[in-house]
């Protein structure tokens, strides 16, 4: 009988959202568009302008080196760079973006060079600024390729090996699997986006089955009938909870379809592969069912606390700015898993949110830390279970319901 | 039957302290009468309803309806009652069936008694002409018939109304009075609140004026009438209710 009653208002909730747009848009549109938007679009956006940055032809000004003629003419030789002469305001144009930088060899450069004194070449540019560090690094490796040259000119009138400069090598090598590396770099935000998704998609019907209640004067007609306020409490939690997964669910499916998707495109191309390398994330049935597995507790967490807070307001409107904030509450620890270096510890596994989103940076590079995993997903569904008690409760209390 | 025994809703406010919003209220309503509640704007009529509804939990004092009080089992009460005020509104994205199934089934009915009864007040109240349309699409009369449907298809044996009229236009209005005397000749017990003196003259058996959380008088309108010297309800009323009133402007 009690578990017929909360059916049978979830059943009607569901019909409910389900002829709600706004429910409609922010619990299947949203989670559905937003990754093949935010992957393919913005990756694609990114490509382009990093290869447009890179076809541009920077100009670079000569500063001096007039008696330095053939430094000057492999300068001017260089592809991809177009030497401007000089001018008094050489500056203002760097800041100006008039020309991308400036190199300045100083006087009789070419001559101290041949006498084994040593000086400067300075090269001027505007830091951060992607196109005038693409002209540095041209200008860079072509004087660093000079030097290495002078080097060799003076070895080999020495009668001296190349060794003598470079007793040895050293190099790094990556032997962590790609999809671990990428993981590292992305598994992060792909548990902020499931965690922020999973709220979004329970706040609209959390705001509409509460306050959206009060505000349509259906409260009092439904507590008029003979359902318990509990069994309705529930049937209302559960299908906000529905929402929250739902959006997960979706959110995780086509994070996954618009990575193999902009994977396939990128493997295309070398170009691509060479780009796109540190991007492509292979995401296994195995990762997506987890991921999905420790979102289960925070959505539990997210639609009762959302429900709670929602009950107090009177209004849709009230609500609104109620849950607003909320969602700094949840995308600053969400965020914070993302920052470099921060790591799952004793600790930071009981920080609700945190813990869920630095486990999903773990899981998706394929680490299975089980004493964590289950730490996790301990207080995460001990927080869940509060927080729905807490709404039960909540939901008894006339000064809650029937607030003025 | 309904039995209201020193019945009294106390609200913690924080500017005004503690509200007695009612106040040791004790009547009886009869099966086949209709009992009316006149009071001012927040005499405390919608509170005293409420609170027979199992809407809101008496703070002191019980109420038994059907034989189950309302603080020991208050869903019984409520599977009892059909409550029908202006602020219980539709839910406006069911269709007018819709919306009267899903109050049949939390009353416990099941898929074929349900159809029965749906047929049935459907049949009886015309409303077949928009079974299937959204309750956001329907006239105000169709919504007026609508929720009526709704308090009649668990059949309940008490039928409490909070000012059932407010805000309607006469002929809606109408539709509710002639459904109110509908119910008492079926033999329901009919509590409902108002501040229209006609609505009162023309129904109720039994009238109690309630100000500032008290009853302060009961009987029939001939009662009233014998005992304030007064043929017009209004003047009863105002006889009765101004020295509370004023003590209260006052406080």
């Known amino acids: 009988m009690s578990m017929r009653n909360v059916g049978i208002v979830y059943r009607k909730e569901l019909t409910e959202a389900i002829r709600d747009r706004r429910t409609v848009i922010s619990t299947i549109l949203v989670p559905l568009l937003l990754f093949p938007v935010l992957s393919v679009g913005f990756g694609a956006l990114a490509f382009t302008l990093v290869g447009k940055a890179k076809e541009e032809v920077p100009k670079v000004m000569l500063r001096g080196g007039d008696d330095s003629p053939t430094v000057v003419d492999g300068l001017r030789k260089l592809d991809k760079i177009e030497i401007v002469p000089e001018t008094p305001n050489w500056k203002d144009q760097i800041i100006n973006k008039e020309i991308r930088a400036a190199v300045e060899i100083p006087v009789g450069f070419q001559a101290d060079v041949a006498g084994q004194k040593s000086d400067t070449v300075k090269i001027y540019n505007y830091e951060g600024e992607l196109k005038s560090e693409f002209a540095t690094e041209k200008v860079e490796k072509y004087m660093k390729e000079y030097r290495d040259l002078v080097i060799k000119e003076r070895l080999a009138a020495r009668n001296l090996p190349e ?54 004067g259906t409260m009092e007609t439904i507590l008029s009938s003979p359902i318990s306020r509990m069994h309705l409490v529930l049937g209302k939690f559960f299908l906000i909870l529905t929402a929250a997964l739902g959006t997960a669910a979706l959110s995780v499916l086509s994070m996954g379809v618009s990575f193999s998707v902009l994977g396939h495109y990128t493997s295309q191309s070398a170009a691509g592969r060479e780009a796109a390398s540190g991007l492509i994330l292979k995401l296994g049935p195995t990762t997506v069912l987890s991921v999905f597995l420790m979102a289960l507790p925070v959505a539990v967490l997210f639609s009762a606390t959302l429900m709670t807070i929602a009950l107090f307001a009177k209004t849709y409107k009230e609500a609104q700015s109620y849950l607003t904030p909320m969602t700094f509450v949840v995308v600053i620890p969400a965020v914070a898993a993302m920052l470099p270096g921060v790591e799952l510890t004793p600790k930071l596994s009981l920080i609700p949110i945190l813990n869920v989103s630095l486990l999903c940076k773990e899981l998706v590079a394929g680490t299975y830390h089980w004493n964590y995993i289950s730490i996790i997903f301990a207080s995460t569904c001990v927080y869940a279970a509060a927080a729905l008690f807490i709404a039960i409760k909540m939901f008894q209390r006339e000064s809650v319901l029937f607030r003025s | 039957m309904i039995e209201a025994r020193g019945l009294s809703k106390r609200f913690q406010d924080k500017k ?49 309806v059907c034989g189950h009080d309302v603080i020991d089992d208050p869903e019984k009460v409520r599977a009892n009652v059909g409550f029908l005020s202006t602020a219980t509104a539709l839910y406006r994205r069911l269709t007018a069936q819709e919306f009267v199934e899903y109050f049949g089934r939390l009353n416990g009915l099941d898929e074929a008694t349900l159809k029965k009864r749906i047929d049935n007040v459907f049949n009886r109240l015309d409303m077949n002409g928009f079974r299937d349309r959204r309750c956001d699409k329907l006239s105000t009369g169709m919504i007026q018939k609508t929720s009526i449907a709704r308090t009649l298809v668990h059949d309940p044996l008490v039928m409490i109304f909070d000012e059932p009229t407010n805000g309607l236009d006469i002929m809606s209005a109408r539709t509710i009075t002639a459904f109110i005397r509908e119910c008492r000749d079926q033999g329901k017990t009919v509590i409902f609140s108002t501040h229209i003196m006609s609505e009162v003259e023309k129904l109720c058996d039994t009238i109690g004026i309630i100000q500032s959380g008290k009853l302060l008088v009961e009987g029939s309108l001939a009662q009233l009438r014998e005992k304030y010297g007064e043929q017009d309800l209004e003047e ?16």
């Open chain 1, 163 to 216: 060794t003598v400069l470079k007793p040895f090598e050293v190099k790094h090598e990556n032997v962590a699997p790609p999809e671990k590396v990428s993981g590292a770099a992305f598994g992060g935000i792909i548990g902020y986006m499931v965690i922020l998704l999973c709220m979004t998609g329970a706040m609209y019907p959390a705001m509409d089955l509460t306050a959206g209640e009060k505000e349509r």
């Open chain 2, 16 to 64: 005004r302290g503690e509200i007695r919003a009612v106040d040791n209220v004790t009547f009886t309503c009869q099966p086949g009468k209709i009992y009316g509640l006149l009071g001012a704007n927040g005499a405390g009529k919608t509170t005293t309803l409420r609170m027979l509804a199992t809407i809101l939990e008496p703070t002191d004092g019980t109420a038994v």
């Open chain 2, 236 to 251: 009863i009323f105002v006889k009765v209710v101004t020295p509370h009133y004023v003590a209260e402007e006052n406080n």
